[in-house]
Every structure is written in structure tokens, then in C-alpha cells.
């Protein structure tokens, strides 16, 4: 759980830094998305 803190703490350090980003890189964005899609995958397992 503490891990998880952290790396939630990391993934939204990101997400403000990729929003200077995503209007810039496209395909940076779809990239971004992938790593969304394995923070949600984590909190399951975390909920679990």
C-alpha cells in the first residue's frame, strides 16, 4: 500500500508534466494512456 501511494504520487507528478506534453506529442498521449491503463490494473489489484 505504501509502494502504491508513492507511485501514485509519481504517476500524477506525470500527468501534470504530459499535459504540457500532450499538446505537442500525439503520440506521446497514446503512450500515456497505456501507462493509465496500468495504474488502474494496479489499484484492482491493490482493492483486491
Do not use: K, P, Q
Amino acid at each position: 500500500m505504501t509502494n502504491y501511494t508513492g507511485l501514485m504520487t509519481n504517476y500524477t507528478g506525470l500527468m501534470t508534466s504530459d499535459t504540457g506534453l500532450m499538446t505537442s506529442d500525439t503520440g506521446l498521449m497514446t503512450s500515456d494512456t497505456g501507462l493509465m491503463t496500468s495504474v488502474s490494473g494496479l489499484m484492482t489489484s491493490v482493492t483486491a
